[in-house]
């Protein structure tokens, strides 16, 4: 591993580099080694909850939340995302603003909140549910930074794409200009 590279856990990503190349559809110079990736950081928390019922068995609920880890910002998810361990360049690593104590914090009040909405009758009748942690990540997601103006013009301007989404967030991006925003 070159020094100025960090192994880090990822959302393993939904859009591959050649298909975002394709999607964007850059000038003919443009190859796999030009596109830079930039990792955006979240904090991932897996529930389970019991919620204690009186004549029938209690139920358990399994939860996941990502809290963006820069804005704090969460979202409840659908599954517990597939992560895995890349080596990204350091210099393309978003530093995180949020610690884990305040992510999860924030995690547990997007699960209060669904456990309130989705089964309110539990929870009046026997207060808060049984919430344990029982898997947490802090990863990264991945963000192609792909060429799309003229061959060595300054400056050189991206397209960014999300590869969870697949969508293509932003164009003609000057790439000194890419910023937490421009990844939202």
């Known amino acids: 591993m070159v020094a100025n590279e960090e192994s880090v856990d990822v ?28 990792g ?24 996941s939340v990502t809290v963006d880890a820069v804005t704090g910002g969460r979202n409840r998810n659908d599954d517990y995302p597939n992560i895995e361990r890349r080596t990204l360049p350091t210099n393309g690593l978003i530093r995180h603003q949020i610690d884990r104590e305040d992510a999860l914090e924030k995690s547990r009040a997007v699960v209060r909140r669904h456990i309130s909405f989705h089964f309110p009758t539990s929870v009046l009748v026997r207060n808060l549910p049984d919430m ?3 898997r ?3 990863v990264y997601t991945l963000y192609w930074l792909i060429p799309t103006g003229a061959e060595g013009a300054e400056p050189m301007t991206v397209a960014i794409l999300d590869t969870i989404s697949g969508e293509v967030v932003e164009q003609g991006v000057n790439v000194g200009e890419v910023t937490v925003e421009n990844l939202q």
């Open 40 to 63: 955006y950081p979240k904090y991932i928390f897996g529930y389970e909850v019991t919620l204690k019922r009186v004549l029938i068995s209690d139920r358990t609920v399994d939860l």
């Open 132 to 134: 344990v942690v029982d």
């Open 136 to 138: 947490e990540d802090f």
């Open 11 to 38: 959302v393993v990503p939904n859009l591959g580099l050649e298909e975002a190349i394709f999607r964007v559809d850059p000038p003919d110079w443009v190859t796999s080694g030009d596109v830079r990736v930039v």
